[in-house]
């Protein structure tokens, strides 16, 4: 038997039925693993483990332990170590899930362009990794390119998408030979099933109006329709680009960003009492009341510091976009953290790269990274419910471009 004695996989699997253990497929796939790892380093050995052997060309030295994260959890693998030469399977490359291939690709493709050998060495060794051949390489970019691309230039036809998320994120990138700040575009949509999916990503130069209104578009070019709110901080360009690539969509300030740059207005001593005070605005049980204790805070604030009330007046519309919608979607619609939430999961692996080869390889792992996020999105349960999304596509939605053509009219009258 190529596996070790110790590794019978009859006695364990009767051993996990017999106590209904929770754990019996990820207990099964770290025995097959284990077994067919013994199996390959004996191979590489020319002789099975422990025994003596003149054709024997190499033996065992122990182990190194790795975890590996597959559908069944994460497995923590004994991975068989030799005294001449490495040992480490091809298949546990070629079967992670996207987004770590796609990271392996990444700190790969740095090496081969001429990144820094301890910093590569530093990330493989995070992963685990002690060798990458260059045909490895090749092989896991071309089979990630492919599903990445196709991820990104599917049909959007679950619509109609009644509410997108749309941020940016910030990633450094090695371009001429010099590092510059790329911004990672990434929408969010809730489609007519009231689940969530990733609608897209772009990476552009800069985070301006032409930038967002060329993403908007390529999103209606491949399908999105249907949207009545999009909700984002006040990234520069973007609301203007609704208006031209969404017709008929409304305009929700993240109530958490705005937050933030109106306490900039005020003194750090007062900081606290500002955001108590406009955090009653969203405490409210209906719009009249929102809309009421608005004003109260309104007036509460304009006696200390003029400038913020000022600030926080003209921002009043895109506040309150959110009390159009039904009151049971207010907490999910009225800021951006549910894309601040997915916006970490991107951050934790782009993190270990630090500063990116080129734009395909944010594209690669960024890809790879939403692909998977979308894919736990599908298999969970439903981000709205269908009676309230019903009640939000009824729901009319008076534009800023709606507001502007109207008062020279109400003039005239």
Sequence with gaps: M???????????LREHLESASPDLLRAMVKTFADVLMSAEADAACGAEYGERSTERTNSRNGYRHRDWDTRAGTVELAIPKLRSGSYFPDWLLQHRRRAEQALVSVVATSYLLGVSTRRVEKLVEQLGIKQLSKSQVSEMARHL??????????PLDAGPYTFLWVDALVIKVREHGRTINVHALVA??????????VL?????????????LAFLRSLTARGLAGVRLVVSDAHRGLVNAIGAALPGAGWQRCRTHYLRNLLAKVPKSAQPWVATLVRTVFDQPDTDEVKAQFA???????????DAAEHLDAAHDDLLAFTAFPRELWRQIW???PQERLNKEIRRRTDVVGIFPNRAAIIRLVGAVLAEQTDEWVEG???????LLRKARRTPITTSQDTEAAEPAEIAA
């Design 381 to 387: 349960r439903r981000y709205m419910g269908l009676d």
């Design 335 to 337: 800021s951006n953290n």
């Design 188 to 197: 969010v949509g809730v489609n007519a099933d009231g689940g969530r999916e």
């Design 2 to 12: 190529a596996a070790e004695p110790s590794l019978n996989v009859a006695a364990l």
């Design 296 to 306: 109260r805070v309104l007036d509460t604030i304009s006696e200390k510091f003029p």
């Design 145 to 154: 390119d492919a599903q990445v691309e196709a991820f990104r230039n599917r």
């Design 200 to 212: 897209g990503l772009d990476i552009t130069s800069d985070e301006d109006g032409a930038g967002w």
